[in-house]
């Protein structure tokens, strides 16, 4: 198998600087991603979209072109398309490119896996033209694409904001935005007013985009305290009531409808690794445990960026860099001199980047009734399972998600908990009167990303990564059989 | 329901083949972009109970967007990119296979 | 006062030993260190199989299915067993001799469960298979069920009849009462020490290191078992296959998925208590199951998984009483096939605490066939 000494899994800004920074110290990193062209989400096609207008994506988009840019003057070895699909504590690498299976080894690794949408389960949430804001991002970078009026876009947090202000600078029209938040999270923020700010840039940017949304007359409803995506076979309205009119349901018809609720950590990997992972009870998701470096408490393993806890793109590449700052020291290409001389100022960098975060937490933390739906409500798209489902096994004296998994199914479908993970945890823990750390977590599974039988047959070969032949069946030693 | 805000022209496309309907999209887009913005929002139905299902997070998390791309089904449509001639169907229930 | 059971281990055999305890009147009590069914008991193939056992296994196997038949009416579900069969396929006339010298074994033994397919009829019965297998040993009868749901029956069963379960309760050492009784110290602040009269050794995975506290000699290994299950494919598959010259356990489920396992072994971590699995081996049992069924290639796998499980050098469980002790009863080492017997295990363990002579023959089960000069006892030295 071979070893390389430092692998970099996923090339948004957090892997990326962490390759930037691994190659300025002369050792050339491998960096994996999935995806065909790096960014990862928030920069996403930055070198390839078609929406070359800089003001439609806004400035924060473009801040990523150096990241891009240094991935390509050779330093780095950097492997687009290639899926990781497995992961150990002895550092061994499943890779898949294409077609290929193949283990290698790294002697140490940076995890930069990033976040994902927070699950937004409401009645109808599997209805075709029903996404997250997320994904019309994706849609509007990489390929100018834009959902088509009648759009609402609900939930709460800056993403979406900024969703909908990019659509109405494309000239894209958006009938609503359905606003979340509850009215308490506004006392709460204000006890993090301090940090605001010092975060003043973020705080100013957002008062923005809302100026943008109001003169743009997009209409905006507060404290939706119910939504209801409905239709047949396909959305076709949305319903919805507010605090302020507890007794009126309101419609409005809408072929899209975008959820956000702001975004969480990717655990898959450190969670398949067994890492610790503490409960955030500020950002309401698991975080793994790592130090002020990024390391975790798995050896040779370091996380950078939003998969350890949100804090967004400059912070990531911040973490990116002092990431890779520890894996340089811990292969003794940096002492401890340069490492303090290194890091110093980084730190400071992220503390004053990160100074927001609490009252951004407060401000946009979901409303319990957006995180444990009612009984109805679907909560593992995968296998359809309810809330109730989950609530009804809970009954059962079932405790913890793992065991639920094998009564229901449910996070046993081909995303792995992705989408429900988070809710079941909750609506577990309090079913159970348990803490949601006592009550924990899935407990994950490679391989992280389906591969076909015929894929994870090829990698039985055991030749060298690159060297591979064809290879017939091999013979297999008999064993004794199992039940 | 989404669309190209500027409609590609014809250099930049390239033909492939839904349900057996000839659809010009963008050279570069995936799948489930190109399906998108040619005005399908249905791409499956679940296994089961094999209700519609589209894409949900365009970011290859959430295996709503499952395609049969070329004969191959239960593929990620916004993790492959379309080419010329391809042939596209929506993937219904559990895949088929044929011993 | 009702004799105190301690059963250490919450998996399918201990499951299984509480409820028949507890409905003989025994006061039980179930002590595992993490959750029913952490291990092989909730992960493993959930074969239901007479097919290639062991000799000295065939009438406890026998006896087993029959239980598993009447399971629901035992202990309220029938654990999602099926009667769908179970086929191990020759891919070459030398397997197939070895399947037809075994097949008259059995019927010298007395059984009539294994019968012989031709070419023709396994590809009457498997369609799926390919071409070149050249006919089969199979067990109308024998089937698959859901190992979680089985071990959640019997265990919410033996609650039921009275038995305690505490979970997250670590035994950390053991000693005689006045050799009348037991004395279990574990590592939970509520359960500090427990006691009882009799001491029922089903820890599985954990046996050995039990066994070896006690002074009682065992050549048991924990292994982890892995597991691969397939997405969700139309259905093609009915029996269960294995393979006479491959580690193979292959099935279809009901909801399309296709489960692969077959005793190939992950990795145990170095805390013992969680495992991994091995994917250059993995590639070698998928490669496996791609030679009997080459048109699975392009099905995606969902997910891998590992149990922990005890295997012995022999492949035999240890089942009957201490060859040192008196009141203690091993149930253990069922080396990744004692999931059928799990039906059956219980009723010989509840025999043997009664006092009375069970029904079936366990003579070849002895811990006494591991014995040379014994070990250091930990018993009697608590901490």
């Known amino acids: 198998m071979r070893t390389i000494p430092l692998a970099i899994i996923g090339a948004g800004p957090a892997g990326m600087a962490a390759a930037a920074t691994a190659a300025r110290y002369g050792l050339k990193p491998v960096l994996f991603d999935e995806q065909p062209a790096p960014g990862g989400q928030i920069y996403r096609a930055l070198e390839s979209t078609p929406l070359r207008r800089p003001e439609l994506l806004g400035e924060d988009y473009w801040h990523g072109k150096s990241l891009v840019q240094a991935l390509r003057d050779g330093a780095i070895d950097y492997r687009p398309g290639h899926t990781v699909w497995q992961l150990n504590r002895d550092g061994e690498v499943g890779l898949l490119a294409g077609d290929r299976a193949e283990l290698i080894r790294a002697e140490r690794i940076v995890l930069a896996t990033g976040a994902q949408e927070r699950p937004f389960p409401i009645p109808g949430w599997t209805l075709p033209g029903v996404m997250g804001a997320g994904a019309a991002q994706v849609l509007l970078k990489t390929s100018g694409v834009a959902a088509q009026a009648p759009l609402v876009l609900a939930g709460s947090g800056p993403l979406l904001y900024l969703v909908a202000a990019q659509y109405s600078r494309a000239g894209a029209a958006v009938a609503a935005i359905l606003e979340t938040t509850p009215r308490e999270n506004f006392r709460h923020a204000a006890g993090h007013i301090g940090g605001a700010v010092k975060g003043w840039r973020y705080l100013r940017k957002g008062l923005s985009l809302l100026k943008e949304l109001k003169r743009a007359g997009i209409r905006h409803e507060h404290q939706v305290t119910e939504l209801h995506a409905e239709g047949n076979g396909r959305l076709q309205h949305v319903r919805w009531r507010t605090a302020a009119r507890p007794d009126v349901w309101q419609q409005c018809d809408a072929t899209t409808l975008l959820l956000h609720h702001g975004v969480v950590p990717n655990v898959q990997m450190t969670r398949a690794l067994g890492g610790e992972h503490d409960w955030s009870e500020a950002q309401l998701c698991w975080c793994p445990r790592r130090d002020s470096l990024g390391r975790s408490d798995i050896e040779g393993f370091f996380i950078a960026g939003d998969g350890g806890g949100i804090g967004g793109a400059k912070s990531a590449a911040l973490q990116g860099e002092l990431a890779a700052l520890a894996a340089l020291a811990s292969l003794d290409l940096l002492d401890d001199v340069a490492l303090h001389r290194e890091t110093a100022p980084r730190h400071r960098a992220l503390a004053s980047e990160l100074a927001i975060r609490p009252f951004l937490d407060a401000l946009y933390r979901p409303g319990d009734r957006w995180r444990r739906p009612a009984d109805e409500v679907i909560v593992c798209r995968c296998e359809e399972v309810s809330a109730g489902e989950v609530r009804r096994v809970a009954k059962l004296g079932c405790s913890g998600p793992n065991q639920m998994k094998s009564f229901t199914r449910c996070g046993m479908g081909p995303c792995q908990g992705r989408l429900c993970g988070l809710t079941v945890s909750e609506i577990l823990a309090e079913e159970t009167g348990q803490s949601i750390e006592q009550t924990g977590y899935y407990r994950l599974r490679p391989p992280f990303k389906p591969i076909t039988l015929g894929q994870m047959a090829s990698a039985a070969d055991g030749t060298d990564y690159g060297q591979r032949q064809q290879q017939g069946s091999t013979a297999v030693v008999t064993e004794k059989a199992s039940s | ?99 | 006062m009702k004799p105190r059971a301690l059963v250490v281990g919450g998996g399918l055999h201990g499951a299984c030993a509480a409820m028949h305890l507890a409905s003989s009147g025994f006061d039980v009590t179930v002590i595992e260190k993490q959750y029913a069914g952490r291990h092989a008991s909730g992960v493993n193939a959930g074969g239901v199989r007479r097919l290639g056992r062991h000799p000295a296994e065939i009438p406890l196997a026998v006896a087993a299915l029959e239980r598993w038949q009447r399971l629901e009416a035992l202990i309220g579900d029938n654990g999602g067993f099926h009667a769908c069969g179970q086929i191990k396929v020759a891919e070459n006339v030398d397997e197939m001799t070895a399947l037809e010298a075994r097949a008259a074994q059995v019927r010298e033994l007395g059984f009539d469960h294994e019968i012989l397919l031709s070419r023709a009829e396994l590809r009457r019965r498997v369609p799926a298979i390919a071409s070149h297998c050249v006919g089969a040993l199979a067990c109308d009868g024998d089937g698959a069920a859901d190992p979680y749901r089985t071990l959640t029956a019997w265990r919410r069963r033996s609650q039921r009849k009275g038995a305690r379960w505490l979970e997250g309760v670590r035994v950390t050492n053991i000693e005689t009462i006045r050799s009348e009784g037991w004395r279990l110290w574990t590592d939970h602040s509520d359960f500090r020490c427990l006691e009882g009269d009799w001491l029922i050794n089903c820890a599985g995975g954990w046996a050995g290191e039990l066994s070896q506290w006690l002074g009682e000699r065992v050549e048991l290994e924990p292994r982890a078992l892995m597991m691969t299950i397939t997405e969700r494919i139309s259905p093609f598959l009915v029996p269960v296959i294995g393979a006479a010259g491959r580690a193979l356990s292959f099935k279809q489920r009901e909801n399309g998925t296709v489960m692969i396992g077959g005793g190939l072994f992950g990795s145990i971590d170095t805390d013992g208590e969680s495992s991994k699995v091995n994917f250059r081996r993995l590639a070698k049992n998928i490669e496996s199951a791609l030679a009997l069924f080459p048109f699975m290639r392009e099905t995606k796998i969902i997910r891998n998984w590992t149990g922990i499980e005890g295997v012995t050098i022999d492949g035999l469980p240890v089942l009957g009483n201490s060859a040192r002790y008196d009141r203690l009863i091993h149930s253990f080492g069922y080396s990744a096939h004692g999931f059928q017997l799990s039906a059956i295990t219980g009723e010989i363990v509840r025999d043997l605490a009664c006092e009375r002579e069970p029904k079936l023959p366990i003579t070849p089960f002895a811990i006494q066939r591991f014995d040379t000069p014994r070990s250091t006892a930990r018993a009697g030295h608590a901490t």
């Open chain 2, 1 to 99: 329901m989404f669309a190209y805000l500027k409609q590609p022209d014809a250099r930049e496309t390239v033909t492939i083949e839904f349900e057996g309907r000839a659809l010009a999209v963008r050279e570069g887009d995936t799948v489930a972009a190109a399906l998108l913005a040619s005005g399908v929002d249905i791409f499956r139905s679940t296994p089961v109970s094999e209700s519609p299902r589209g894409p949900w997070c365009m970011m290859g998390g959430c295996f709503d967007c499952l395609l049969e791309i070329d004969g191959v089904p239960n593929r990620q449509g916004c993790q492959i990119t379309v080419s010329e001639g391809m042939t596209v169907i929506r993937q219904q229930g559990a895949r088929r296979i044929s011993p």
